[in-house]
């Protein structure tokens, strides 16, 4: 597959927003992708953020393999990252956000309060990377639909302010990707769940190495959400032209749209169609995991 590069201009913008909007907040909660923790972590973003508290949401967790969501819950918390499994669509695990928030805050809180700010609202940023789900987590702790929302990376463009039931502030920021994937394990993991726009990638080249990375870890789902036969031995593409056929995707001459089937394959792994899935675990990756508080 060809490398997969995608920074638009305006991220270079985002980075700088989020060095000088640091000293506004008391905490900075990162949203990642529960089905690739490794991938859709910024590697930029530890040094961004460097010296203020942290916690870490994986989302779309309902959609992801939940044995190894656990797994990576307890690997956070081992490298002393706060972490909750959530999904911010549904809403849930975000019931435990707000005490979380003050575990994690306790001292901090507790020094307001020896100087006599009481009720002082805890401000906090909200950073991640296209289309981790930041919008959906502010209007659901919000309770509305102020910040916007679209399954596409870089709908969010610039800071924003909101307010939650809880009285907390939050400060929406643009996702920001980095200049140059230096690993394409990364870049198509991105590419598989939607960080990178569809319009720059080969869509078949792209369902082709889903298909390859399924056939491996979750090959019963694959059977029964597409009836393929259990012993069928081919490759990616060859998996591809099949999983089009069975779904009718036919071109005159009998020949599959392969392009139409990579479209649908793609839509239905998003949306969590064809199972719980989890692209990256604990055990098997290089996880880029860092503690700067």
């Given at each position: 597959?060809?490398?997969?590069?995608?920074?638009?201009?305006?991220?270079?913008?985002t980075?700088?927003?989020?060095?000088?909007?640091?000293?506004?907040?008391?905490?900075?909660?990162?949203?990642?992708?529960?089905?690739?923790?490794?991938?859709?972590?910024?590697?930029?973003?530890?040094?961004?953020?460097?010296g203020?508290?942290?916690?870490?949401?994986?989302?779309?967790?309902?959609?992801?393999?939940?044995?190894?969501t656990?797994?990576?819950?307890?690997?956070?918390?081992?490298h002393?990252?706060?972490?909750?499994?959530?999904?911010?669509?549904?809403?849930?695990?975000?019931?435990?956000?707000?005490?979380?928030?003050?575990?994690?805050l306790a001292?901090?809180i507790?020094?307001?309060?020896?100087?006599?700010?009481v009720?002082?609202?805890i401000?906090?940023?909200?950073?991640?990377?296209?289309?981790?789900?930041?919008?959906?987590?502010?209007?659901?702790?919000?309770?509305?639909?102020?910040?916007?929302?679209e399954?596409?990376?870089?709908?969010?463009?610039?800071?924003?302010?909101?307010?939650?039931?809880?009285g907390?502030?939050?400060?929406?920021?643009p996702?920001?990707?980095?200049?140059?994937?230096?690993?394409?394990?990364?870049?198509?993991?991105?590419?598989?769940?939607?960080?990178?726009?569809?319009?720059?990638?080969?869509v078949?080249?792209?369902?082709?190495?889903?298909?390859?990375?399924?056939?491996?870890?979750?090959?019963?789902?694959?059977?029964?959400?597409?009836?393929?036969?259990?012993?069928?031995?081919?490759?990616?593409?060859?998996?591809?032209?099949?999983?089009?056929?069975?779904?009718?995707?036919?071109?005159?001459?009998?020949?599959?749209?392969?392009?139409?089937?990579?479209?649908?394959?793609?839509?239905?792994?998003?949306?969590?169609?064809?199972?719980?899935?989890?692209?990256?675990?604990?055990?098997?990756?290089?996880?880029?995991?860092?503690?700067?508080?």
């Amino acid at each position: 597959m060809n490398n997969i590069q995608w920074y638009p201009g305006h991220m270079t913008k985002t980075k700088r927003k989020i060095k000088e909007s640091l000293p506004l907040v008391d905490l900075v909660v990162e949203i990642i992708d529960a089905r690739i923790p490794v991938s859709s972590r910024n590697p930029d973003l530890d040094a961004l953020v460097s010296g203020k508290p942290r916690i870490v949401l994986l989302n779309k967790s309902d959609i992801a393999d939940k044995a190894a969501t656990d797994l990576w819950v307890e690997y956070f918390r081992k490298h002393g990252l706060c972490s909750l499994a959530v999904d911010c669509k549904s809403g849930y695990g975000l019931n435990r956000f707000s005490p979380l928030v003050h575990e994690v805050l306790a001292e901090r809180i507790e020094h307001w309060k020896q100087r006599g700010m009481v009720n002082r609202a805890i401000k906090m940023m909200i950073a991640g990377i296209p289309n981790s789900g930041k919008s959906s987590f502010i209007n659901r702790m919000t309770r509305s639909s102020k910040a916007k929302v679209e399954d596409r990376p870089g709908v969010t463009r610039g800071n924003q302010w909101y307010v939650t039931a809880d009285g907390f502030q939050l400060l929406d920021t643009p996702g920001v990707l980095w200049p140059k994937f230096d690993d394409q394990k990364v870049a198509i993991n991105l590419a598989l769940t939607g960080a990178i726009r569809d319009e720059v990638l080969n869509v078949e080249e792209l369902a082709c190495e889903l298909l390859t990375l399924l056939k491996q870890e979750y090959w019963g789902l694959l059977v029964q959400r597409y009836k393929l036969p259990p012993d069928f031995d081919g490759d990616g593409w060859e998996l591809l032209q099949l999983v089009g056929r069975k779904r009718g995707m036919l071109m005159p001459g009998n020949e599959v749209n392969t392009e139409r089937a990579a479209i649908m394959l793609l839509d239905e792994f998003r949306a969590g169609k064809i199972g719980r899935i989890t692209l990256e675990r604990p055990l098997t990756q290089h996880e880029r995991v860092d503690n700067n508080d």
